[in-house]
């Protein structure tokens, strides 16, 4: 939110394919993250960047990949191998890794696969 | 990081002040409590955070216990839009992930 943009909205894709949401930013933050949110329940860490061509596994990497080849945009391929993919997407950047600094998030993408 | 503890819900009138507490009884020393909120089909939105002192900010007020066990945020004058999933967090230092727990629905009634 605020100089974080994640498109689409809404995403439809059929089972086994792979897709790639994206996730820019325009604040100049160093951190960025990738969460999931299934109905009803809390955010799941995915990946995350503290710095340019660096990233590092959440909580629930498998059937995920990431790239940080700029600062400013972290994408997230959602692959075959992700056994329930159907979720919504939401990406966070932050100034730093660190504590004391506020994560903001994007929009999100609701991502349904048939 | 320190498990939070929100009630389920709450209710509040259109223009009181919505008190939203937060237990948070094993915190340690140099946890952030911090609070987003969460509008049905959209991005948490950052409200406020703090380590020992008060805050406040355009959007809110948070109140924390000098024994940082508990707080609570203040929402002064609440109107319909600021009916939401409101999340308590606490997060420390090396914790790269935000843990929402289930948060306070809090619905303001005109």
């Known amino acids: 939110d605020g100089g974080i943009t994640q498109s689409p909205k809404y995403l439809f894709r059929k089972e086994g394919q792979n897709v790639t949401l994206s996730c820019e930013q325009n604040?100049?933050?160093?951190?960025m993250y990738w969460y999931r949110q299934d109905p009803g329940q809390g955010l799941r860490l995915i990946y995350y960047?503290?710095?340019?061509?660096?990233?590092q596994k959440g909580d629930i990497a498998e059937g995920y990949s990431v790239s940080r080849e700029k600062k400013e945009s972290f994408p997230l391929t959602v692959t075959s191998a992700q056994k329930n993919p159907t979720a919504f997407y939401l990406c966070?950047?932050?100034?730093?890794?660190?504590?004391?600094?506020?994560?903001?998030f994007g929009p999100g993408t609701r991502l349904t696969v048939l | 990081d320190a498990k939070t503890t929100q009630p389920t819900s709450m209710d509040c009138a259109e223009g009181r002040a919505a008190n939203l507490p937060c237990n948070h009884s094993?915190?340690?020393?140099?946890?952030?409590v911090y609070w987003y909120r969460q509008i049905h089909s959209q991005g948490p939105q950052y409200i406020i955070h703090g380590l020992k002192n008060n805050e406040t900010n355009e959007m809110a007020s948070l109140i924390i216990t000098e024994d940082r066990k508990s707080s609570t945020l203040i929402l002064p004058h609440a109107t319909l839009r600021d009916t939401a999933v409101y999340y308590c967090i606490v997060r420390g230092r090396g914790a790269q992930k935000l843990v929402f727990g289930q948060g306070t629905r809090l619905t303001i009634n005109p």
């Open positions: 960047s503290q710095i340019v061509n660096d990233f």
């Open positions: 094993t915190i340690s020393g140099n946890e952030y």
């Open positions: 604040l100049n933050h160093d951190a």
């Open positions: 966070a950047s932050s100034p730093g890794p660190n504590p004391q600094y506020t994560q903001y």
